[in-house]
T-cell receptor, first 113, second 116 residues
Framework: QQQVKQSPQSLIVQKGGISIINCAYE??????FPWYQQFPGKGPALLIA?????SEKKEGRFTISFNKSAKQFSLHIMDSQPGDSATYFC????????????FGTGTRLQVTL | ETGVTQSPTHLIKTRGQQVTLRCSSQ?????VSWYQQALGQGPQFIFQ???????GRGNFPPRFSGLQFPNYSSELNVNALELDDSALYLC???????????????FGPGTRLTVL
């Protein structure tokens, strides 16, 4: 069974600051590394995902950095906003497809004014 | 494009009862996965259905079972409910293509199950 370690457990960032969340996994036979954002009472929503043929992917204020040799990937939120306050989950496929995911334990982000 | 929908939104049952949760997948998707999310935890994979058959299962006992219908909608059934079954149950749909390549999973809002 895939193990996924996510850190930190919680994070408080001032508005305009950079939020960084890290994820480490065990196995390498995967082709897809997503980050999900979840607001209270809602299901997780895909935020951004990367495939390991690239080391970085940027979409707006959100960037994924991928380090295959270290088996780690991270989420960077630039210019963090109060509306970014949510729980963030990294996920790794259980098999070689994107549809059976092992999730990290989550990071609760709070962006203060 | 219609997103993933789930029903009911909330449900209260007592220990030992049985429950059925329902999910309608996103238009164009042929695969449905179910996850259990305990409070303060990440979602845990229960099982997946593709072409009306179970296509992979996580570490959950047989009293968790499911169905997928020809229109790709799905049901999750849980028998002999236990207190620890209290959780948010999430359905996610995706499109399994040729050679096993799978597109992104899209989650529904979940069903909050409380077992008393």
């Amino acid at each position: 069974q895939q193990q996924v370690k996510q850190s930190p457990q919680s994070l408080i960032v001032q508005k305009g600051g950079i939020s960084i969340i890290n994820c480490a996994y065990e196995n390498t036979a995967f082709d897809y590394f997503p980050w999900y954002q979840q607001f209270p009472g809602k299901g997780p929503a895909l935020l951004i995902a990367i495939r390991p043929d690239v080391s970085e992917k940027k979409e707006g204020r959100f960037t994924i950095s991928f380090n295959k040799s270290a088996k780690q990937f991270s989420l960077h939120i630039m210019d963090s906003q109060p509306g970014d306050s949510a729980t963030y989950f990294c996920a790794v496929p259980n098999t070689g497809t994107a549809s059976k995911l092992t999730f990290g334990t989550g990071t609760r982000l709070q962006v203060t004014l | 494009e219609t997103g993933v929908t789930q029903s009911p939104t909330h449900l209260i049952k007592t220990r030992g009862q049985q429950v059925t949760l329902r999910c309608s997948s996103q238009s164009g998707h042929n695969t449905v996965s179910w996850y259990q999310q305990a409070l303060g935890q990440g979602p845990q994979f229960i099982f997946q259905y593709y072409r009306e058959e179970e296509n992979g299962r996580g570490n959950f006992p047989p009293r968790f079972s499911g169905l997928q219908f020809p229109n790709y909608s799905s049901e999750l059934n849980v028998n002999a409910l236990e207190l620890d079954d209290s959780a948010l149950y999430l359905c996610a749909s995706s499109k399994l293509g040729l050679a096993g390549y799978t597109d992104t999973q899209y989650f529904g809002p979940g069903t909050r199950l409380t077992v008393l």
